[in-house]
């Protein structure tokens, strides 16, 4: 039973540019949350996708964008980045009605220079 | 406790010893708190939950408490081994979202 996965494992961009980062949930999951972790800190809640729609927002700018695929896999991306989006972003599945138990990948490690 | 950027709040305990971690909540409507544990380069790794119509429940060599009139959760490890040694979060829940809202951390060393 596959556990939730995430890809790639590690990325450096440049101000200004765009990323993508995915995420395929774990078997029978059809639920993705995102959150960005800064170190030392929390995880924090950027969104969550359900049935290819984006169901619930944290406190994130438009800047922040994702998708979900009918395969229930999902993507994160991120527009004109800065320096303060250097973060772990984690990606966590659930099942339909029981959101609260969220299972999390290894997660992305992006840095912007 | 709460976290200012780089400098969580270390709890060290000699190994074979209990360990009590504290979290306070903000959210006197959440519903459902969760433990993680995270370690070095990892995601958070689920441990323990415990419902709001609950005070105390058990694992494996943890233990739960919530303090609903405080708002305070504990997390307890019986025998406390070096690979507890991690970072932990509680997180919590309410029914008018998905989301969980997480506290800043604390991290676990485990001396041997």
């Known amino acids: 039973d596959a556990g939730v996965t995430q890809s790639p494992t590690h990325l450096i961009k440049t101000r200004g540019q765009q990323v993508t980062l995915r995420c395929s949930p774990k078997?029978?999951?059809?639920?993705v949350s995102w959150y960005q972790q800064a170190l030392g800190q929390g995880p924090q809640f950027i969104f969550q996708?359900?049935?290819?729609?984006?169901?619930q927002r944290g406190n994130f700018p438009d800047r922040f964008s994702g998708h979900q695929f009918p395969n229930y896999s999902s993507e994160l991306n991120v527009n004109a980045l800065l320096l303060g989006d250097s973060a772990l972003y984690l990606c966590?599945?659930?099942?339909?009605?029981?959101?609260?138990?969220?299972?999390f990948g290894p997660g992305t490690r992006l840095t912007v220079t | 406790g709460e976290s200012v950027g780089l400098h969580l709040p270390t709890l060290s305990v000699q190994e074979g010893d209990n360990s009590i971690i504290n979290c306070a909540y903000s959210?006197?409507?959440?519903?459902?708190f969760i433990w993680y544990k995270q370690e070095s380069g990892k995601g958070p790794q689920f441990i323990i939950d415990?419902?709001?119509?609950?005070d105390k429940r058990q694992g494996q060599r943890v233990t739960v408490l919530l303090n609903k009139t405080v708002k305070h959760l504990s997390l307890q490890i019986a025998a406390t081994q070096p690979g507890d040694s991690a970072v932990y979060f509680c997180a919590e829940n309410n029914n008018a979202g998905n989301m969980l809202t997480f506290g800043g951390g604390t991290r676990l060393m485990v001396k041997p």
């Open positions: 996708y359900y049935e290819e729609e984006e169901r």
């Open positions: 415990i419902r709001s119509n609950m």
């Open positions: 078997s029978g999951h059809d639920t």
């Open positions: 959210n006197s409507a959440s519903d459902y």
């Open positions: 966590a599945s659930s099942s339909q009605g029981r959101d609260y138990e969220q299972y």
